[in-house]
């Protein structure tokens, strides 16, 4: 469904609008004439936002279609209370794919369309850059003596900064220099001031390069080449780790800028955007912004309107930017496509890869998916011609693929989950002056709480889960719901002191080798150590020096980190992948594995792997190992079409959960009922459950799902469609939440 517009030859004018809430339809109010005269002869148009009476509440709401026409009686209908923009927000073509997403996703559209548009937007603030807090020299201050401050160092520093920047320095910027303490000195003597100031974008230039672009190889010039950037194709560039494909990207991307057009990027990670973003700045000489959820609600809007205005030329994004719009866009690229982070997994659940190839579609202009490791669902789509595959099989500037090797902890001595024989190469990396990489897909420093007595583990009170022992902080903690609690000493069960933390974390592997090799940095990279400011910059700055050191890490660090002094990369648990009931886990495994070990060798010196598993001769690994992940990923799409499950199939999953299980399953049972009955006159849809999923309880609700499978995309949505609405007249208990997931990555 796509918005209307049918405007009225007489009588009130009818508006069609999308309200934040969980109900699946829009909502029609009149147009009073004293708001009409407000558009000044403009027509009110889809995408712009009013304020709406609803219920005993006055809303921000966003205009979906206008006409003269309604099914309600006009003498019903309510007058909208106030129209906050006389023109959309958003450019019509983008405000269709907001429409087309909440439809195909079958999620409230009123939520869908607000999930797509900054915070302060939502809230119906002004569509206009907001102002920075900067600090600024008072006139008292710009003309101190330098000897006043002569025994207050950091206070003349913050002078001195301010003074080499115009005089006036952005907020941010000073807290990340200073203390508050030195910033409210300077306050209270009256040498500096804070200001608000409208933040401006960089003057655009004739040059478009800080450097210039590397010098491609055959290959890469070759796929480069390939590349159309004047329609629309997805092209999926499968390159091994470390054959340059964000090069690739970059030169795509500056001959876009040659044609006076825009560029989104996608990452899938927070965590990658320093370093992705020094090596953009570093090359384009162009006004960059970046998108993500870590920045404040001033700054996402500031960098929203620079790319709606043209003036961001290049917009560097996690998830959520591809619904930001563009003056003109003229490339889409999506590096790590593969990766499970592109897809939303809880409330408006879309998929960023899907809607970048939609969006590129709509706006006839190329996207480009890279990978080492492609999803299933790109690959199926290269063989079936709808994608074009670009390959690159060697790494760049002639470096080696690293070596593999297995080690079976069946037949080795083990200290803290690592044999002796990776310990010995561990040392002999250090020896040489050069860095390791440890990896293990755990944060925490155990697993969880044992009582050697009598069996007891200490489990979460809310999920089906485990409690990890974090030593440092001397917390229990559940990783799915958050709860926490004081790490103790006597079991509950049995009052016996004798408890142990079982398995291992990173957490205890940086302790286990700290000790080990005392004379080397040891230095942990998981959420919890990054959580703090400027952590994430801090290791990659202690990566880039090159001097001797271990990383150790969960999969932050497995995504597109490039350090090239890395030559030992070892994998603490290569089994954790293969007992998982999800049909998606040995894909997982294989990117996870593939994607570390892709760290190791990408400078001037040979890499090594190291693979530490009690399985040595599973089929899936033994293939992974000596094969390689393209043709593990050939015999996993054999398979899918075999078991007849995704991408062979289309598939989506009605989600219920309740902190009453009866509540859920009896939900998911009239659902099953109801898509039967409309089933009857669609072909080829398959119905399985109600089920548990796969982690039953979690954050204190009981979690089941009914899963609906079709041959056919469009048949699959005809019938969700149906059951949407059936389902939407059904009398709720407000004790069950439901939601459809469309394309689901997890169950």
């Not at 000073?174 to 933040?199: P, T």
């Not at 926490?484 to 408890?499: A, E, V, Y």
């Not at 959420?527 to 400027?534: D, F, N, Q």
Request: glycine share 6%; charged share 25%; proline share 5%.
């Amino acid at each position: 469904m796509e918005f209307s517009v049918d405007m009225p030859q007489n009588g009130p004018t009818i508006l069609r609008i999308a309200i934040p809430s969980p109900l699946r339809s829009t909502f029609d109010y009149t147009l009073p004439e004293d708001l009409r005269l407000k558009l000044d002869e403009r027509q009110p148009l889809p995408g712009m936002r009013v304020n709406v009476e609803f219920g005993r509440r006055i809303m921000v709401g966003l205009i979906v279609g206008v006409s003269q026409c309604s099914e309600i009686a006009r003498d019903k209908l309510k007058d909208i209370s106030d129209i906050i923009d006389v023109s959309p927000i958003v450019p019509s073509d983008l405000f269709e794919l907001f429409i087309w997403s909440a439809y195909y996703y079958q999620h409230p559209i009123g939520e869908a369309l607000f999930t797509a548009l900054p915070t302060l937007l939502r809230k119906g603030g002004p569509a206009v850059a907001p102002r920075i807090p900067h600090w600024k020299l008072t006139q008292l201050g710009a003309e101190l003596d330098p000897q006043i401050l002569k025994r207050a160092a950091k206070q003349q520093k913050l002078i001195d900064v301010i003074q080499q920047n115009n005089g006036c320095v952005a907020e941010s910027e000073v807290n990340s220099l200073f203390s508050s303490a030195v910033r409210n000195q300077l306050k209270d003597k009256g040498l500096i001031e804070s200001v608000l100031i409208e933040q401006k974008a960089k003057a655009s230039t004739d040059e478009i390069l800080n450097q210039p672009s590397l010098k491609l190889d055959s290959q890469q010039q070759i796929a480069l080449n390939a590349i159309d950037l004047h329609s629309f194709n997805s092209y999926l560039l499968e390159g091994v780790t470390g054959s340059g494909k964000t090069e690739i990207y970059l030169q795509a991307i500056e001959q876009a800028l040659r044609y006076e057009r825009q560029a989104l990027v996608l990452i899938p990670e927070i965590s990658l955007t320093p370093q992705t973003e020094k090596r953009f700045r570093d090359r384009f000489n162009a006004n960059i912004v970046t998108l993500h959820s870590k920045m404040t609600d001033n700054q996402r809007l500031e960098a929203w309107l620079q790319a709606r205005s043209g003036q961001a030329k290049i917009v560097l994004g996690t998830r959520s930017a591809i619904f930001t719009p563009f003056k003109n866009l003229g490339l889409i690229v999506m590096d790590e496509e593969h990766d499970s982070s592109y897809k939303q997994q809880d409330g408006f659940r879309y998929s960023a890869r899907d809607l970048a190839v939609i969006r590129a579609q709509r706006n006839n202009i190329p996207a480009i998916l890279g990978s080492a490791t492609p999803s299933l669902e790109s690959l199926n789509n290269c063989n079936q011609g709808r994608y074009k595959h670009l390959t690159l099989d060697k790494r760049a500037n002639s470096a080696k693929a690293p070596d593999w090797s297995v080690v079976d902890l069946k037949t080795e001595s083990i200290e803290c989950g690592i044999a002796n024989t990776t310990l010995d190469a561990i040392d002999a990396t250090l020896k040489a002056k050069q860095q390791v990489l440890v990896f293990l897909n755990r944060r925490g420093f155990a697993p969880t709480l044992l009582c050697h007595q009598c069996g007891w583990t200490a489990k979460c009170q809310n999920c089906d889960s485990k409690l990890t022992v974090h030593k440092a902080r001397g917390r229990l903690i559940c990783h799915h719901c958050g709860y926490q609690q004081r790490q103790i000493n006597q079991c509950p069960s049995c009052n016996s002191t004798d408890l142990m933390a079982a398995g291992e974390g990173t957490e205890r592997s940086e302790d286990f080798l700290q000790q080990r090799f005392p004379d080397y940095p040891i230095v942990r990279v998981d959420r919890e150590s990054t959580r703090k400011k400027g952590a994430l910059e801090a290791f990659v700055a202690t990566a880039d020096s090159g001097e001797p050191c271990v990383l150790v890490g969960t999969q932050i660090l497995a995504k597109g980190h490039h350090f090239e002094n890395v030559t030992l990369v070892v994998i603490l648990d290569a089994d954790s992948g293969l007992m998982s009931a999800d049909f998606r886990s040995h894909e997982r495994m294989g990117q996870l594995l593939t994607q570390v070990a892709g760290r190791s060798g990408r400078g001037k010196l040979s890499g090594q792997v190291i693979v530490q598993t009690h399985q040595p001769e599973h089929p899936v690994l033994d293939q992974l190992f000596n094969q390689g992940y393209r043709p593990l990923a050939q015999q996993l799409l054999s398979q899918r079409q075999q078991g007849q499950l995704p991408p062979f199939r289309a598939l989506a999953v009605i989600r219920a959960e309740s902190s009453y299980p009866k509540l859920a399953t009896d939900f998911l049972s009239l659902a099953r009922q109801i898509s039967q009955q409309h089933a009857v006159s669609i072909v080829g849809i398959d119905l399985l459950g109600p089920l548990p999923a796969l982690m039953e309880k979690r954050s204190g609700r009981y979690r089941f799902i009914l899963q609906i499978t079709s041959a056919k995309r469009s048949n699959l949505q005809q019938l969700l469609t149906e059951v949407a609405g059936a389902l939407e007249k059904n009398k709720k208990d407000h004790k069950l939440r439901w939601s459809f997931d469309v394309d689901p990555q997890e169950l």
